[in-house]
């Protein structure tokens, strides 16, 4: 398994205490909602955040993903795409 390199590590580490505290946000901001209600909006962010760094991650790990369907055409090269837009972990 490739491992992670210094750089990576603290990327991910950053990361991961970012996610911490922006989740400590949206628990603290639904427990104070008067109507207490989730904010759809924000567990679409989280799910499209997650999305994307597994998608990082595949790529980084050189993860072939696996077609049900020969008519779905397959992804741009992640590593190359996100080393184009400066994604974290790349």
Same mark, same amino acid.
């Given at each position: ?15 991961? #205490? ?13 427990? !104070? !909602? ?13 799910? !499209? ?12 790990? #050189?993860? #072939? ?5 020969? !008519? ?6 992640? $590593?190359?795409? $996100? ?8």
């Amino acid at each position: 398994m490739k491992a992670f390199d210094k750089d990576v590590q603290d990327r991910l580490q950053e990361l991961t #205490e970012l996610y911490l505290i922006v989740k400590e946000i949206v628990i603290y901001s639904e427990e !104070n !909602n008067p109507e207490n209600k989730a904010n759809i909006q924000v567990i679409t962010e989280f799910r !499209n955040a997650f999305d994307h760094l597994m998608r990082v991650y595949a790529a980084y790990f #050189e993860i #072939e993903r696996v077609y049900l369907y020969s !008519n779905i055409k397959k992804p741009r090269d992640f $590593t190359r795409l $996100t080393q184009e837009l400066g994604i974290i972990l790349v």
